[in-house]
């Protein structure tokens, strides 16, 4: 079957850097995306990464490891608007979008 | 950017009654648009794929009667719950993905908070 795996919950301080882990199987592999979504609101798109490697976009980065099937979202000088929950999808073979549970962060002051 | 707008935001409605969610991309055209449903905690749950002028792909699962979808424009999308229940309260989301641009990012609807008394 298909998986993917995130972390519930994570706690961070404002200021600080949080890395927020995503694993993932899935039938074949077309991109890894990764969304911000606060509470109540519909996602918004962060990174998209298809090839191995960083990508970074201000605050946010994203690194992606096919062969491990491994990816993170790294987030510096925390904000306390960053507090959300963080989706990490996985595009499979046939194009279809496998979402995982989404990952909570907390800001604390 | 492209954007997605969502009506209506918020619905209340009584048990056994319809209610109807509109998609619409604003500023460009989409092929395909996707519905979701978010419970409290959960992930995005996908109930169909929508494609201009053509019949909806379900997931399974998801009673394709009780969900009806209709894309009959390629700015247009509407989700109608029929016969709501108070189990069918939830976030329903629409997302599109624009025609002939393939960088894998969907453009999400702000949601619809349908509450079924």
């Known amino acids: 079957g298909q998986n993917i795996d995130q972390p519930t919950e994570m706690t961070a301080t404002e200021g600080a850097i949080v890395q927020i882990n995503c694993t993932y199987q899935?039938?074949?592999?077309?991109?890894l995306f990764w969304y911000q979504q606060h509470a109540g609101e519909a996602p918004t798109f962060l990174s998209y990464?298809?090839l191995d490697g960083l990508e970074e976009k201000g605050r946010f980065s994203s690194f992606l490891s096919r062969s491990k099937g491994y990816s993170y979202l790294l987030l510096k000088e925390l904000q306390m608007k960053d507090s959300a929950s963080y989706l990490c999808?996985?595009?499979?073979?046939?194009?279809?979008?496998?979402w995982g549970a989404g990952t909570k962060l907390i800001i604390k002051p | 950017g492209a954007v997605v707008s969502q009506h209506p935001s918020r619905v209340i409605c009584k048990s056994g009654t319809s209610v109807k969610i509109e998609c619409r991309s604003l500023d460009f055209q989409a092929t395909t648009m996707f519905w979701y449903r978010q419970f409290p905690k959960q992930s995005l749950m996908l109930m169909a794929t929508?494609?201009?002028?053509?019949?909806?792909?379900?997931e399974q699962g998801v009673e394709k009667d009780k969900f009806l979808i209709n894309h009959a424009s390629l700015t247009l999308s509407t989700l109608t719950v029929t016969s709501a229940h108070p189990e069918d309260s939830s976030f329903y989301i629409c997302?599109?993905?624009?025609?002939?641009?393939?960088?894998?990012?969907?453009?999400f609807g702000e949601g619809s908070r349908l509450t079924v008394l």
């Open positions: 990464n298809v």
């Open positions: 929508s494609n201009e002028g053509s019949k909806a792909t379900y």
């Open positions: 997302s599109a993905k624009e025609a002939g641009r393939d960088t894998g990012e969907l453009f």
């Open positions: 999808a996985v595009r499979d073979s046939n194009y279809q979008l496998i």
């Open positions: 899935t039938s074949g592999f077309n991109g």
